[in-house]
C-alpha cells in the first residue's frame, strides 16, 4: 500500500570530487529502491544538485542513475515534488514535462491528515544575512537567468562549478548546532508560530539534522544532508519521524 510521504533534501550531487558524488549517489539510489514499494508522495527539499540550470535545449551532464530512477517513481506513480535550493534554483520546466513534478519556487503549505506543514528549502529565512539575501533575489532575477542563458553550457556550467567548490559541501566539514537561541530556522519557526499555527516545519539548507519541540506541540525537523547524515524524514499518516539511511 502506498501510503509513506517522504522529505528528503541536500544530496548535493555533482559537488567535487567526482568519485564521492557518485558514491552519494548510489546511496541515494539504494534509498529509492527502498521506498518505492509504499511511497504515495516524495518531496525533494532543495539542493538535490549541487548545480542545476537548465537551458533551452541542454541540461548538466551527469546523475543519469538518480533521473532514471526518478523516473521509475513517476512511472509507479509516486508524485514528486521539488523545491529550489540556492545551488539548484535555475529549475524551470523539464522536470515537470518529463516527470510531471511540482516545482516550488519557496515554501509549501500543506494539510496532511489534519496536521499543518511548512516546507520550504531554508535559505534566506531569519534573521540577518543581507548579502545572501541580495544575492538571491538577484539570482533568481529574469535579467540574471537571461544573461547566463547566454553563455555557452561548457563556460556557464565550468563556472559554476567552480564557484561551487568553495562551498560547504565541497569542503567537507560538519555542522554544529549552535543552540535554538542562534539557529535562524528555530527562530524563523518561532516568528511565523506568533503569527499562525504549524503543526510541522520542515527545511533542508542547514546541514544538520535535527527534530525540535517548539510552542503547542509545533515541530522544526531539519533534514539534513547526505554527505555525512543520509538523513530523511517520513510521515506515516499520524507522525512525521526523522530517520537515518544506512545500507
Not at 84 to 113: C, P, Q, S, T
Not at 181 to 199: G, P
Request: charged fraction near 25%.
Amino acid at each position: 500500500m502506498r501510503d509513506k510521504i517522504y522529505f528528503a533534501s541536500d544530496f548535493h550531487l555533482g559537488v567535487q570530487p567526482k568519485a564521492t558524488s557518485q558514491d552519494r549517489e548510489r546511496r541515494v539510489i539504494s534509498w529509492l529502491d527502498n521506498i518505492k514499494s509504499d511511497a504515495a508522495e516524495l518531496f525533494l527539499v532543495g539542493d538535490i544538485f549541487d548545480f542545476w540550470f537548465e537551458y533551452r535545449t541542454v541540461v548538466p551532464k551527469g546523475y543519469i542513475r538518480f533521473l532514471g530512477k526518478l523516473a521509475e517513481l513517476a512511472d509507479l506513480g509516486v508524485k514528486i515534488t521539488l523545491f529550489k535550493g540556492n545551488h539548484d534554483m535555475w529549475m524551470f520546466g523539464y522536470f515537470k514535462e518529463e516527470l510531471g513534478a511540482r516545482i516550488v519556487d519557496d515554501e509549501l503549505l500543506l494539510n496532511l491528515g489534519g496536521k499543518r506543514f511548512f516546507i520550504h528549502h531554508g535559505d534566506g529565512l531569519g534573521p540577518g544575512d543581507a548579502k545572501y539575501k541580495f544575492l538571491k533575489a538577484f539570482f533568481r532575477s529574469r535579467v540574471c537567468q537571461w544573461l547566463f542563458a547566454r553563455l555557452h553550457p561548457n563556460l556557464g556550467i565550468g563556472v559554476a562549478q567552480r564557484w561551487s567548490a568553495h562551498s560547504r559541501a565541497s569542503n567537507g566539514a560538519e555542522e554544529r548546532f549552535l543552540g535554538e537561541a542562534n539557529e535562524w530556522l528555530i527562530q524563523y519557526a518561532k516568528e511565523k508560530l506568533a503569527e499562525t499555527h504549524y503543526d510541522y516545519f520542515v527545511f533542508g539548507h542547514r546541514h544538520l539534522p535535527y527534530d525540535i519541540r517548539l510552542q503547542n506541540d509545533a515541530r522544526i525537523i531539519n533534514l539534513g544532508e547526505w554527505i555525512h547524515h543520509c538523513t530523511y524524514a517520513v510521515w506515516d499518516g499520524k507522525d512525521l519521524t526523522l530517520k537515518q539511511w544506512t545500507l
